[in-house]
């Protein structure tokens, strides 16, 4: 299943971690944004070019260092279609470069509409007969909270074309709570009767490991109940935004791995990113910067879990 392949990239670098490509322009350095605007403009179409210099740049310099990419969609549409062009096309360089690809996309419908969603992102489009690759990601994020309804188009695509869903169940945002840690009648949390139907989706689609290709967004913001959920869930893999930018370490994510050192894959998006920033090196050294957040991150984690079996 899908999760086994992300899996075996993350026992083979023995790293954990998923870079977020959330590109602003403001993440990016002058020197990539004045050659995009000299060629197309400042317009849309130039501030796409931008993005996709820099996400190439940094897809390059660490592509042997981690796992996965994780592009948040939002940051692309951003830019009309010239934006969603650049998604797809960091999608198609990142999986070139070996790298399995999540979308956050965080989608949420119902029926033909959610079939359509789940085309797009994890399946394949028909046109008259012929099978296309529309955005060709390894897995997609999922808002389930309109039910079962939301979900089943997506798992049969997780079972026929070798693909995964993140579901959310504990964000990491400061107002989870105000929804997710409510008491349901059975005196459960909300975050945690979703962690149960996943468990129940992704039983229908287990991989080799031990994990289903339904997999759970669980914040590194709520160690507590990563813990929990980690016991709760044994089937079903995280994904463990919250790390760094948004205060979490690896102090706080150890509790979303098994005694394997598997089960979560934790992202860093600004952290890498803007590492550069951080720095205060050369801008052109931008790439090499989020090279060395990328091992810090990753020694620094496996420094509390321990090697990956």
């Not at 050659?35 to 820099?54: D, M, P, R, V």
């Not at 897995?139 to 049969?156: F, I, M, Q």
């Not at 009648?185 to 975050?191: G, H, L, S």
Request: some cysteine; glycine content about 12%.
């Amino acid at each position: 299943m899908s999760f086994d392949r992300l899996i075996k990239g993350i026992r083979e670098k023995q790293n954990p971690t998923v870079a977020g490509l959330d590109p602003k322009l403001d993440f990016i350095p002058d020197y990539i944004k004045e050659q995009a605007y000299a060629a197309h403009g400042k317009t849309l179409e130039g501030a796409a070019a931008a993005l996709l210099t820099f996400n190439k740049g940094l897809i390059d310099a660490l592509c042997d260092i981690v796992p996965a990419v994780k592009p948040q969609a939002a940051y692309y549409e951003m830019y009309g279609w010239q934006g969603v062009r650049t998604l797809c096309e960091t999608i198609a360089y990142a999986k070139e470069k070996g790298l399995f690809v999540i979308t956050d996309g965080k989608r949420n419908d119902i029926g033909t509409t959610m079939e359509a969603y789940a085309k797009a992102h994890i399946g394949t489009t028909d046109v008259e007969g012929e099978k296309f690759d529309a955005f060709g990601s390894d897995a997609l994020t999922v808002n389930a909270y309109l039910g079962s309804d939301g979900v089943k188009p997506l798992l049969e695509i997780c079972k026929s074309q070798d693909k995964g869903i993140f579901v959310l169940v504990k964000t990491s945002n400061p107002s989870s709570g105000e929804l997710q840690d409510r008491l349901l009648d059975d005196n459960a949390t909300v975050y945690r009767t979703m962690g149960n139907m996943c468990e129940n989706w992704g039983s229908e689609v287990m991989g080799e490991n031990g994990y289903s290709s339904v997999g759970a967004v669980v914040g590194a913001t709520y160690p507590a109940q990563l813990g929990e959920l980690r016991k709760a869930l044994p089937h079903t893999f995280f994904l463990v935004p919250g790390y760094g930018a948004q205060g979490g370490g690896a102090k706080d994510v150890a509790p979303a791995f098994d005694e394997n050192g598997l089960g979560a894959i934790i992202n860093s998006s600004r952290g890498i990113m803007c590492a550069w920033k951080k720095e205060g090196c050369d801008p052109t050294e931008y790439a090499a910067a989020a090279r060395r957040e990328a091992i810090r991150m990753r020694d620094e984690i496996i420094g509390h879990i321990g090697a990956i079996k």
